[in-house]
């Protein structure tokens, strides 16, 4: 095999194992259905991952690649309000929702709930992956913060932006209706009115820019 | 058979199911590990199941009785203010997840995010099960309208609820730390609190009431 062709060997079967743990579950796929699927002989695959568990850190190291391209960017295209940018961010799962009727869902939070204990190190890679996600949240914040009192606990704000559209899928895709996450965001919304609402405290000075 | 012991089969296989979905997810148990871990024979579950999907109903339908005994009545027990009782609540899965190292979850929202939409019935089951925890809290708001301004959209917070508990266990299991879980009730306490403290609407007459 060319460097090239190796290459483009374990993309594949890093592409085809995220679009099968995503459809069915970690533990529901085979590496014989993988190998199947990628068209990839079980030679080829050793060569690059020890087994399964090894494919399953790619993939997750895989989606911290595309948090921009396939996530954020998509969702801010033509948004520059910091805030409106979170609204949009959720709006995408929302979109995503109801595209699906109902069967999409943030794969790495199925994965956080699928894997046990055994997979230490997938944890950490999904930990890794939700930190992104709430990170460009929190620089939202952040870039927003003369609206918003000094004292605003950005970084647990942004935790809680991540949980409403955790929470807000989970029960959406069973309820079968947008309900649900429309529900969580409308709360959200009003919960970040009446933060932005509130007296704007004074700007503590040498604590907050040392 | 007995009446009786057919009944035990029956709960027998119901309760081996429902604890390794839990462990291991709904798609990674086969039929013949249920049958070995519940000692009986594929006759016997036929008897009762037509396959794993029908247990799986099964199982939903179980839940849904656990409810009072296995999570509102220990959460509860000795805490009479209904907006305690929510905290409690929410208190109850933070002690679950710091007793198990952060590998305890919410069996109905893993199901949630695992099951796809071959299982229609199934999901109908979930729902059934947030409803149900979901109108729990809707009960504590309802018993403390008092407190609250007049136009609280209780379906709506209750729901919220519901959404900061399931979003805040799915992180802290991949963080494997309680950080997440804490910061998402700390906002939601907050949320409360300026619900609150905000100046109460004069009561609509006729029309909360009709």
Redesign the interface.
């Known amino acids: 095999m060319t460097p090239q062709s190796t290459r483009r060997t374990r993309e594949r079967l890093v592409e085809v194992a995220r679009e099968l743990f995503h459809?069915?579950?970690y533990?529901?796929t085979g590496l014989a259905q993988i190998l199947r699927t990628a068209e990839v002989n079980s030679g080829s695959l050793y060569h690059f991952f020890r087994g399964k568990h090894e494919l399953l850190l790619a993939v997750l190291e895989h989606y911290k690649e595309l948090l921009w391209p396939a996530v954020l960017e998509p969702a801010w295209r033509g948004v520059d309000d910091p805030i409106e940018r979170i609204w949009a961010l959720l709006d995408a799962y929302r979109g995503a929702l109801l595209e699906s009727?109902?069967?999409s869902?943030c794969p790495i939070?199925?994965l956080?709930?699928?894997l046990?204990?055994l997979h230490?190190e997938a944890?950490?890679l999904?930990?890794e992956n939700?930190e992104g996600w709430r990170q460009a949240v929190r620089g939202c914040l952040e870039d927003a913060r003369a609206r918003f009192p000094a004292g605003l606990?950005r970084?647990?704000?942004a935790?809680?932006v991540?949980?409403?559209?955790?929470?807000?899928v989970?029960?959406s895709?069973?309820?079968?209706s947008i309900g649900?996450f429309d529900?969580?965001v409308?709360?959200?919304r009003?919960?970040f009115g009446?933060?932005l609402d509130?007296e704007p405290t004074p700007p503590k000075k040498a604590r907050k820019h040392p």
Chains 1, 2 share one sequence.
Not at 173 to 176: Q, T
């Open positions: 459809q069915q579950g533990g529901a009727e109902f069967q869902s939070g199925s956080a709930l699928e046990k204990d230490p944890h950490a999904i930990a939700f606990e970084d647990k704000l935790t809680f991540l949980t409403t559209m955790e929470g807000g989970m029960q895709r069973s309820y079968r649900p529900d969580s409308a709360m959200l009003d919960y009446r933060i509130s």
